[in-house]
C-alpha cells in the first residue's frame, strides 16, 4: 500500500540558511502530493501541491518537486525566515478519499 | 476560504465519561475526517465520511464512534473516555477525492482525560 517516510527532526536553522527537508513515499500509480504546514497552536494548512510526475509545487517560496524516478517531493527553501518555524508533514493520498501523512518534521529558526 | 471550526480548543474530561467533539465545516464539502495527532506517531486517521449519515472507520476506530446528521457538522464521540485518548483531535474536510483536492483543516482540540 501507500506509503511516506520523512527526516526526523528537528532541524535548527539560522535565518537566510537554505532548507530541505526530505519525503519520499511508496505508491501504487502517480498520485497528487502534498505538503502541509502546522503552524504552533494551530491546524495543518495545505503548503503546496504537484499533482503529476515532474510538476513543481510551489508557495511562500517553498518549492517541491514531484520526482518519480526518486520516489520523492522533497521540500525546499532558499532563504528561511523565523517565521517558517513551524512542524512540515508530507502527504499522499490512500484508498481514493484518505491521505496518509508523514510523522512531520520540526523546524526551528533563529535569528 | 473554507472554514473548519472545532467547538473547543482546550478540553478536559474524566475517565468514564462521554465525550463530545464538534466540527463544521461551511464549504459544502461531501467529506469529512477525524484524526489524532501524537508526537512521533503523525495522524492517524479515526474515521471518515462521505456523505451524510454515512461512514468508515479508519486505521484506528476503537474506543470513538462518530455521527453526521447533517453535511456541515461532523461529531466525533467517546463512549467511555480513558486516558490513553489524551491527543490533539483535528477535523478535516475535503471536496470529493484526495487525489486532487486537499484537505482543510481545524485549529484542533487539546483533549486532556484525567
Known amino acids: 500500500g501507500n506509503s511516506v517516510t520523512q527526516m526526523e527532526g528537528p532541524v535548527t536553522l539560522s535565518e537566510e540558511a537554505f532548507l530541505t527537508i526530505n519525503c519520499t513515499y511508496t505508491?501504487?500509480?502517480?498520485?497528487?502530493l502534498f505538503w502541509y504546514v502546522q503552524y504552533p497552536g494551530e491546524g495543518l494548512q495545505l503548503l503546496l501541491k504537484?499533482?503529476?510526475?515532474?510538476d513543481k509545487g510551489s508557495n511562500k517560496g517553498f518549492e517541491a518537486t514531484y520526482r518519480k524516478e526518486t520516489t520523492s517531493f522533497h521540500l525546499e527553501k532558499g532563504s528561511v525566515q523565523v517565521s517558517d518555524s513551524a512542524v512540515y508533514f508530507c502527504?499522499?493520498?490512500?484508498?481514493?478519499?484518505?491521505?496518509?501523512f508523514g510523522t512531520g518534521t520540526r523546524l526551528q529558526v533563529f535569528p | 476560504d473554507v472554514k473548519v471550526t472545532q467547538s473547543s480548543r482546550y478540553l478536559v474530561k474524566r475517565t468514564g465519561e462521554k465525550v463530545f467533539l464538534e466540527c463544521v465545516q461551511d464549504?459544502?464539502?461531501?467529506?469529512m475526517f477525524w484524526y489524532r495527532q501524537d508526537p512521533g506517531l503523525g495522524l492517524r486517521l479515526i474515521y471518515f465520511s462521505y456523505d451524510v449519515k454515512m461512514k468508515e472507520k479508519g486505521d484506528i476506530p476503537e474506543g470513538y464512534s462518530v455521527s453526521r446528521e447533517k453535511k456541515e457538522r461532523f461529531s466525533l464521540i467517546l463512549e467511555s473516555a480513558s486516558t490513553n485518548q489524551t491527543s490533539m483531535y483535528l477535523c478535516?474536510?475535503?471536496?470529493?477525492?484526495?487525489?486532487?483536492?486537499?484537505?482543510?483543516f481545524g485549529d484542533g482540540t487539546r483533549l486532556s482525560i484525567l
Open positions: 504537484a499533482t503529476k510526475a515532474d
Open positions: 464549504m459544502d464539502h461531501e467529506n
Open positions: 478535516a474536510s475535503s471536496l470529493t477525492t484526495a487525489l486532487y483536492q486537499p484537505q482543510h
Open positions: 502527504a499522499l493520498p490512500y484508498n481514493t478519499d484518505k491521505l496518509i
Open positions: 505508491a501504487t500509480g502517480y498520485p497528487s
